[in-house]
């Protein structure tokens, strides 16, 4: 944590601060030769004044990209961390509401695992805070002189207005904090008595928290990802990203589950439970590719300009990380996941968990990149550093939660059912 801490700060403190710095970091990197003669072109067809005006453009532009993406990655990495508990606490929900069985003994585990949604929160809600002070350029509707020039993003203003924005993220923020603190109290107070009343009580809760979950998560993810591109929306979006957390999360409390059984503890889960866990990995990045593919087949298919572009930077400029992403999130599990007897395997689950942490990153990565840094991209080391300090954070919060409650839930209901559960 201590390194990626570092590393962070370096990304920082190594971002160029004029638009000639700017252009010599980009002399230096494969690509430059492309924006001289970007530049070039422009030169053959425009006047002098012309020429002048483009070349001041193009440099803030270039240099605002090079500054943001120490932001970027700082952003990609902790709202990558923050969307594991919140994809975990719909995971929970979603078992309470329905009464599920077979899912009892790891409750202490997702409940664990939200612990990191206080802090990852707050840290979201700094760099949102920050991002309205204008000390980054990650939100370009949130630039007057872009708007005045924008069309586009005037049409959007009466949402995309910084106030109710920050409204907005602390209205998600409460809720998704709230359910997830009386929801644990409850479950804590159910072990020491009442056991039915408390379970109806987390029962009604959930389901309630689902519906108020299902709406907020999708106007998080056009404010905090999608207005990054203001000029492009998908209808799809929010179901989209629902997807990508809530497959990371069930990934992460398999792979907690599996390390907390090697070193001794969860002896009630066996390799029924861990299977089901499997199942879930596999049909959900199925949904997730499913959901990936008619986004995408919808607007290359119809070929809007204003919609299309969305696809085509990625292809052009983020070949690599866009088509392994899809390897890592849906070949990947679909090839070692779909038979019954892999889902059994320790040492597959927590390969095949590894690689679908890691694509997903990489997707979050893909959302906010090209719309924050351009074809300025690289995973160095401020990607890395945020991707290692936030991991500190999350395995830090995780583990301190763990440590707070007894990792079984001795007065669910259903716990016989969970205990013997076989499949």
């Known amino acids: ?57 193009h440099g803030e532009h270039l240099l605002h990209q090079l500054q943001n993406r120490p932001w970027a990655a700082l952003y990609v990495a902790a709202l990558f961390f923050f969307m594991i508990p919140l994809g975990v606490l ?13 899912s009892i003994v790891l409750f202490r585990v997702m409940e664990g695992i939200t612990g990191y949604l206080l802090p990852g929160s707050i840290t979201i809600f700094i760099i949102l805070v920050l991002s309205v002070m204008h000390l980054n350029h990650l939100f370009i509707w949130m630039d007057p002189e872009v708007v005045a020039h924008d069309e586009l993003i005037q049409g959007k203003s009466g949402y995309l207005d910084t106030t109710w924005f920050l409204v907005r993220a602390v209205f ?18 159910q072990d020491q008595g009442d056991h039915l009343k408390n379970h109806k009580k987390n029962f009604r809760l959930a389901a309630g928290f689902l519906v108020f979950y299902i709406y907020t998560e999708s106007m998080m993810s056009w404010d905090w990802i999608m207005s990054i591109d203001p000029h492009w929306f998908s209808t799809l979006f929010g179901w989209y990203v629902f997807a990508s957390m809530f497959v990371t999360g069930i990934t992460v409390i398999a792979l907690v ?22 199942l879930f990995m596999f049909g959900v990045s199925i949904f997730w590719g499913y959901l990936w593919f008619s986004q995408f087949m919808l607007i290359w298919y119809a070929n809007i300009p204003e919609e ?40 597959l689950i927590v390969m095949a ?9 990489i997707d979050v990565y893909n959302m906010i990149m090209p719309s924050a840094v351009g074809d300025q991209w690289f995973i160095g080391i401020p990607e890395i550093g945020g991707f290692m300090f936030f991991l500190g954070l999350f395995i830090l919060f995780t583990f301190k939660s763990l ?20 499949y």
């Open 257 to 278: 589950t599996i390390y907390l059984k090697s070193i001794g503890y969860l002896e009630y889960v066996n390799a029924s439970h861990i299977h089901n866990l499997g």
């Open 353 to 361: 968990g590894i690689v679908i942490v890691l694509g997903h990153y």
């Open 403 to 422: 440590e707070k409650a007894p990792l079984l839930t001795t007065g669910d209901p259903f716990l016989k059912e969970s205990e013997h559960f076989h």
């Open 1 to 57: 944590m201590v390194l990626g801490s570092m590393s962070l700060i370096y990304g920082f403190l190594s971002a160029p601060s004029t638009i000639s710095e700017a252009q010599e970091m980009v002399a230096d990197i494969q690509h430059g030769e492309e924006h001289g003669t970007s530049l070039n072109h422009y030169k053959e067809e425009s006047s002098e004044t012309d020429i002048d005006k483009q070349e001041v453009d």
């Open 90 to 102: 719909a995971f929970y929900a979603i078992n309470r509401a329905s009464q599920a069985g077979w």
């Open 172 to 189: 998600y923020l409460l809720g998704w904090n709230f359910y997830r603190y009386i929801s644990r109290k409850i479950s804590i107070s």
């Open 308 to 347: 299309v572009t969305y696809f085509i930077t990625r292809i052009e400029d983020y070949n690599l990380p866009f088509f392994g992403m899809i390897a890592m999130n849906l070949v990947f599990p679909l090839v070692f996941l779909m038979n019954r007897d892999y889902k059994r395997n320790n040492y």
